[in-house]
């Protein structure tokens, strides 16, 4: 039997300084496991008390201590450690994923390695390859310099659908960069930032570098708020993005925002619209049950073969297996909480009452009687300005929207408050290189979803600011600074 339980050395003590410290009062969150809804987890609850404790010990660990003033290769020597530890307990990462979000456990256990020790590795290396310092000759004629300087203090604000491979590509840069950092995690979803503090206390992190606490969104607000903290690096809902941009606005903090997305996947007509819906639906309704903020989740297809998407893309629908992520026959998990599950019923709901065909899904499903599952759902005829074509539900729902021809196909994928990810599925490259240059999205993949985080990731429009992965995102974690000598 699959070991459900959360093994962490210290879930009611918070992280702060380098210390497992007694947080200021003794409220809690419970951690519940999303496929039987029974506690596996009780972490402690963090106050404006100790999320003001945090980020003095992130400050003074950034005015006062050695890491910023430590070379990159000396910060990459850490990051290669974390690495290691994160390498040793992959097992532990890929489970607490699977319990607390409904992940399937076979996709998770690779996919955290990739994601996680993969995101430290390379930005170990990349102190060896990043020109921190760069020589030039000012125009008039001194000897003059490019330096890049970490920001300071950051401000990590991580999400409950991917929290330990987001944490890492926020992480490792800001530790190459020379930042410190206060981690705050999401009251759904804490153990992977509770063991990432652990992995911190066993490599000696120095002191105060890292602080984890968990919160709810007042106390997370004073850490935006806080002029202690040079930076924010948020991913989340686009609604949160706004609250936190306007609030760092006001003391022109720095912000990366990683926010929403209703990702538009544009089927040309030269393109087999089976091999389409193998490779749309498999991947959406299997991965994380449509919990993924860059999930292609408008299939744009020639109106002609509109009935023929739907009919594939159902019958995919249909053989998909809920049921506990730990099962080797199982397909697709729950959503993570009740919460989820009711706004995911509530667009269904919607979008049957806006006119859209209800293909198959929309329920419950009858067999699983514990746990926050709903069904895979395909909607048909859906009109591209309609709630379910526009608004991101973060579930098991695609919408099949009929194009007239390539250009209303481009037209409506652009139609849209978000540009986060898209794909072009077409036999012609050259065809797709036009119609994705075309597109408005940070990502866009060629016959299927390619998001490269080792390049960059993030949106154009309300999707985000700023990039995660890649150079720029070590950047975003530093400041250039000119220096003209004499």
Not at 23 to 51: G, H, N, R
Not at 132 to 157: D, L, Q
Not at 396 to 405: G, H
């Amino acid at each position: 039997m699959t070991n459900r339980t959360i093994e962490l050395k210290h879930p009611r003590r918070l992280y702060i300084g380098g210390e497992w410290v007694q947080p200021s009062t003794s409220e809690t969150f419970d951690v519940l496991d999303c496929s039987t809804e029974e506690v596996v987890a009780t972490v402690a609850k963090a106050s404006s008390v100790d999320m003001q404790h945090a980020i003095s010990a992130a400050r003074r660990a950034f005015d006062e201590g050695p890491w910023p003033r430590l070379t990159p290769q000396e910060r990459a020597v850490y990051l290669e450690k974390f690495a290691d530890g994160l390498e040793a307990r992959n097992d532990d990462f890929a489970r607490v994923w699977a319990i607390e979000t409904g992940i399937v456990y076979k996709i998770a256990q690779p996919r955290i390695g990739l994601f996680i020790s993969g995101a430290f590795r390379q930005y170990a290396a990349m102190a060896s390859t990043f020109p921190f310092s760069e020589p030039h000759r000012s125009v008039t004629g001194n000897e003059s310099y490019r330096v890049y300087e970490p920001v300071g203090v950051v401000g990590e604000i991580i999400p409950w659908n991917g929290p330990a491979g987001l944490m890492a590509y926020k992480t490792a840069p800001a530790l190459l960069a020379g930042c410190t950092l206060v981690i705050k995690s999401p009251p759904e979803a804490p153990c992977s930032a509770y063991m990432l503090a652990e992995i911190c206390e066993e490599i000696g992190l120095p002191l105060g570098v890292i602080n984890v606490v968990t919160a709810d969104r007042d106390v997370s607000e004073e850490l935006v708020r806080h002029p202690g903290v040079d930076k924010i690096t948020f991913t989340g809902s686009t609604a949160a993005g706004r609250r936190i941009a306007s609030i760092a606005g006001d003391r022109v903090a720095r912000v990366t925002l990683e926010l929403g997305g209703k990702s538009p996947a544009v089927i040309l007509d030269d393109y087999d619209v089976e091999s389409a819906a193998n490779t749309l639906g498999n991947s959406y309704f299997g991965y994380n049950t449509g919990q993924i903020c860059h999930s292609l989740t408008r299939v744009i297809v020639p109106r002609a073969k509109h009935d023929l998407m739907v009919e594939a893309l159902s019958d995919i629908a249909q053989r998909i297996v809920l049921g506990d992520p730990f099962a080797a026959t199982t397909t697709s998990g729950p959503l993570a909480s009740a919460r989820q599950r009711d706004t995911v019923e509530r667009f269904v709901a919607g979008g049957v009452a806006q006119g859209a065909v209800l293909a198959t899904g929309g329920k419950r499903p009858a067999h699983l009687g514990r746990g926050f599952f709903f069904e895979p759902t395909v909607f048909g005829n859906v009109d591209n300005r309609s709630t379910i074509a526009q608004e991101e539900i973060f579930g098991p729902v695609l919408s099949i929207i009929p194009a007239d021809d390539e250009a209303s196909a481009i037209r409506m994928a652009n139609d849209t408050p978000f540009g986060l990810n898209a794909a072009v599925f077409t036999n012609d490259r050259d065809r797709a290189m036009q119609v994705a240059r075309q597109i408005r999205s940070g990502t866009v993949g060629h016959n299927g979803p390619r998001t490269d985080f080792s390049i960059g990731f993030g949106g154009f429009k309300q999707s985000g600011i700023g990039r995660e992965g890649g150079v720029e995102g070590l950047t975003a974690f530093m400041e250039s600074k000119t220096i003209v000598l004499a």
